[in-house]
C-alpha cells in the first residue's frame, strides 16, 4: 500500500527530473570489503540492485562487505527493509 499511496509524488518527481531515472551509479571510493556509490539522487531500488551486486562480490572475496550508497532521493520503506538508510 504505500508504494501505491505515494505513486502521484512518484510519478510527478520523475517529470519534474527530481528522480534520475537512468543514472550511472559509479563506486565512488573503494576499499578491499567497502565501497561508497555515487547514486546520483536515483530512487533506492535502483541504487540498491548495483549495491547488492557490488556487496556480493565483495563479500564472496573477503566474507564481509559494507557499501554505502548516498545521495539518494528516496528511499522510503526500503531502509526498512535493509535496516539502514542508503
Keep these: 500500500m ?3 499511496i505515494h505513486s502521484p509524488s512518484y510519478g510527478g518527481g520523475c517529470t519534474a527530473g527530481r ?3 537512468e543514472p550511472p551509479v ?3 571510493h573503494e ?3 567497502t565501497a ?3 547514486s546520483d539522487c536515483t530512487m533506492w ?3 540498491a540492485t548495483k549495491a ?3 556487496a556480493s562480490v565483495k563479500a564472496k572475496q573477503y566474507a564481509t562487505a559494507a557499501v554505502e550508497v548516498p545521495n539518494l532521493n528516496h528511499a522510503g520503506r526500503g531502509g ?3 535496516g539502514c538508510a542508503f
Excluded: R, S
Design 45 to 47: 531500488h535502483i541504487a
Design 52 to 54: 547488492t551486486q557490488v
Design 2 to 4: 504505500y508504494g501505491v
Design 80 to 82: 526498512d527493509v535493509y
Design 26 to 28: 559509479e563506486i565512488a
Design 19 to 21: 528522480f534520475a531515472l
Design 31 to 33: 576499499m578491499p570489503p
Design 36 to 38: 561508497i556509490l555515487n
